[in-house]
T-cell receptor, first 114, second 114 residues
């Protein structure tokens, strides 16, 4: 069974610093990997989705990379802002698992201080 | 506006009293899924549906039922709720057949079982 880990569980950075968030997975047979943002008391918002054939995806200040051989995905947020404070989760869909299954990491809680 | 809606948003009930949490999406998505989110455990998948009348178990299906009679609706049924089902529940949908499997989440339903 695919296991997804996000370390650290919490992170605090000063405004303007680049954020690097890590997501590790045990089964390299990834179909796709998705990054989400969750604000307190709210649902999840999809940030980026990387297909298995892609190495990275970019949207504005966000860049996500996927390295299947090492079992890692990294989300980079450039020039962080207080509005980036949230919990970030990654989720993996694996080709060796049932098609509809998705495995989530527990998330990294980010605080960006002014 | 494209969205996933859930009702109710908050619910307090007692052990054994059957309840249904509704989920509806207006994006004509084939895929829908239910998750529960608990502190320290992240999101865990309960059930998912690839299309009308096609449902399958996720990682934590015990104590839950689902049905998919219409494409837009995917209700979650707790026949005899117990206190260990106290949690934050999310419904999600995506259009898997078009190659874009970005998941769209509802706002969540917070359930307390006494």
């Amino acid at each position: 069974k695919q296991e997804v880990t996000q370390i650290p569980a919490a992170l605090s950075v000063p405004e303007g610093e680049n954020l690097v968030l890590n997501c590790s997975f045990t089964d390299s047979a990834i179909y796709n990997l998705q990054w989400f943002r969750q604000d307190p008391g709210k649902g999840l918002t999809s940030l980026l989705l990387i297909q298995s054939s892609q190495r990275e995806q970019t949207s504005g200040r966000l860049n996500a990379s996927l390295d299947k051989s090492s079992g890692r995905s990294t989300l980079y947020i450039a020039a962080s802002q207080p509005g980036d404070s949230a919990t970030y989760l990654c989720a993996a869909k694996t080709t060796t698992d049932s098609w509809g299954k998705l495995q989530f990491g527990a998330g990294t809680q980010v605080v960006v201080t002014p | 506006e494209a969205q996933v809606t859930q009702n109710p948003r908050y619910l307090i009930t007692v052990t054994g009293k059957k309840l249904t949490v509704t989920c509806s999406q207006n994006m004509n998505h084939e895929y829908m899924s239910w998750y529960r989110q608990d502190p320290g455990l992240g999101l865990r998948q309960i059930y998912y549906s690839m299309n009308v009348e096609v449902t399958d178990k996720g990682d934590v299906p015990e104590g839950y039922k689902v049905s998919r009679k219409e494409k837009r609706n995917f209700p979650l049924i707790l026949e005899s709720p117990s206190p260990n089902q106290t949690s934050l529940y999310f419904c999600a949908s995506s259009a898997w057949s078009l190659g874009d499997e970005t998941q769209y989440f509802g706002p969540g339903t917070r359930l307390l079982v006494l």
